[in-house]
């Protein structure tokens, strides 16, 4: 494509040595500019792009969009954020392929990923191809691709918008993080229907205070950025953004009036069923998940499909259909009569709605097994140490993704929060951890293994190390069983 039909809408402050190029690549990274590459230069998080354009043009940059001058002879396109012009552009390189498909974005603290699950379901359901964007994968009707973060950066996210397209894609659900928002990465893209499941602590590492967080999230209800909003009336911040929002906006929830809510909530070990209220279409739902925040999720999914025009008797097929998503409350029972329960749960939120839904059906002790992530969030530390003493019969404390952190200093600091250290015990080595939680475990108690759900890697000192959780538990199951029966 021609440089010039590449910038178009762009908000241009100077363009230096022009020459309309033919333009067969984009990137933002110099070692990974193809030839005919448009390469953009700007201040990231931790280094200045502008400070390899000189490495980009030997790996075949022949145009840039800057946001100061720099030394080449090549195109310069000089604008204000060149982080925002790379949505815009890349959605002019691949010819914005979002805009042929319908596109339902997702954001809130917890329950995206689960959300996007339902919604994949139900609109298979319904006989439309879907494609899937989010924490655990990508999925391009059937085919499933790994993903190294919920949302793609722009070039990225556009490439996967124009596959998707040409496979035949109907409607994509994507999950959309703060992060995102805040990094403009969603530039060049409007979502048909915008979600807020709710807002809770996290990401302040990076936020630093909740109000920020939360003005980031709302940034995508508005009119700019869709065009109808859906909110978790029941979230006191979701009910500010459905305030202040000039879209239209309808809401979901349990306890607060809404268009879309939930009575006779049953729930047991094998799933959860409930009446629904659909917008005064009444409905009974089963569903395989459990926990009243999955309810929330699934009135969530099921409002969603009703506004895109998903009959109620297709919604209630779909979320029936759902089994279970990875990482997400995941049960093993074990033939030593407990059960072990594997969640992503990482915020002071989600620990507290597992461990509740577990006490909910456990009728022995729950045992509750977590760490905290390094560089990140270090206020959460002790309100979820906090949270698990009241919550839990016996609390193993260990290693999440320590990143550049001393492992031992974050269970230090969780442990600030602990009010009774009695039955707390603390093993660095999660390998460790996981499998003393399941020796001292009897009969119908819950070994409940948080932070990392599906994860198949800890991150330690710069490198990921192959770990999952599930493989964990199986493994150590299997030599329980063994000494057990020698």
């Given at each position: ?9 762009l908000n ?40 390899y ?19 080449t ?14 949505g ?12 042929k498909m319908?596109?339902i974005?997702?954001?809130?603290t917890?329950?995206?990923t689960?959300?996007?699950?339902l919604?994949?379901?139900?609109f298979m359901?319904?006989g ?9 994968a ?14 793609p ?5 556009h ?11 109907n ?27 709710n ?16 003005d ?16 978790n ?16 906006c309808?809401s979901?929830g349990i ?6 809510f ?7 070990v094998?799933?959860?069923t ?11 739902i ?19 499909a ?8 297709v ?10 998503v ?5 049960q ?24 509740d839904?577990a ?5 022995g ?55 009774n ?10 390998k ?39 493989d ?15």
């Open positions: 494509m021609k440089l010039c039909e590449l910038i178009n809408n241009v402050k100077k363009i230096l040595n022009p020459e309309d190029l033919e333009i067969k690549s984009l990137s933002c990274n110099s070692k990974e500019i193809n030839n005919s590459g448009l390469f953009f230069c700007f201040r990231g998080i931790k280094t200045d792009g502008h400070l354009y000189k490495e980009a043009i030997s790996n075949g940059a022949v145009a840039f969009i800057t946001e100061r001058e720099i030394d002879i090549c195109p310069q396109i000089i604008i204000d954020d060149a982080r925002l012009a790379m815009i552009v890349a959605s002019n390189f691949y010819h914005n392929p979002i805009s319908k596109l974005g997702i954001t809130g917890n329950g995206k689960t959300t996007t699950y919604l994949r379901e139900i359901e319904a439309l191809k879907v494609g899937l964007i989010g924490t655990s990508i999925y391009i009707d059937t085919k499933k691709l790994p993903t190294n973060m919920t949302t950066d722009p070039i990225e996210l490439k996967i918008f124009n596959e998707m397209y040409e496979s035949g894609v409607v994509v659900v994507m999950e959309i993080t703060a992060h995102a928002l805040d990094l403009n990465k969603m530039a060049g893209v409007k979502c048909d229907i915008a979600v807020l499941t807002i809770t602590q996290d990401h302040l590492d990076y936020f630093k205070t909740i109000e920020h967080y939360t980031t999230k709302a940034k995508l209800f508005s009119s700019k950025m869709c065009h109808l909003a859906l909110i009336a029941d979230d006191e911040n979701g009910r500010l953004i459905a305030h202040n929002t000039d879209v239209m309808a979901y306890t607060e009036p809404s268009n879309v939930a009575i006779d909530i049953n729930m047991s094998s799933g959860t409930f009446f629904i209220n659909l917008f005064d279409e009444l409905a009974e089963k569903t395989n998940l459990i926990g009243q925040f999955n309810v929330y999720n699934t009135l969530c999914a099921c409002a969603v009703r506004l895109y025009g998903i009959p109620v008797n919604i209630i097929e779909g979320v029936a259909s759902l089994t279970s990875e990482g997400r409350f995941n093993i029972v074990t033939k030593f009569g407990y059960t072990v329960i594997i969640d992503y749960a990482h915020t002071p939120d989600g620990l507290e709605k597992v461990m839904t006490r909910q059906i456990c009728k002790k729950l045992i509750t097994v977590f760490g905290c992530g390094g560089d990140r969030d270090r206020t959460k530390r002790p309100i979820m140490g906090r949270l698990a003493t009241l919550k839990s019969d016996i609390i193993i404390l260990t290693s999440d993704n320590p990143r550049s952190e001393n492992p031992d200093e974050i269970i230090a600091e969780i442990k600030t929060g602990i009010l250290t009695e039955n707390v015990v603390s093993i660095e080595n999660r460790k951890a996981i499998e003393y939680a399941l020796k001292i475990a009897n009969t119908n108690d819950i070994v409940l293994l948080c932070g990392k759900g599906a994860e198949n890697y800890q991150e330690m000192k710069g490198t990921k190390y192959p770990f999952k959780d599930e964990e538990v199986l493994k150590a199951l299997k030599n329980l069983e063994e000494i057990r029966r020698n």
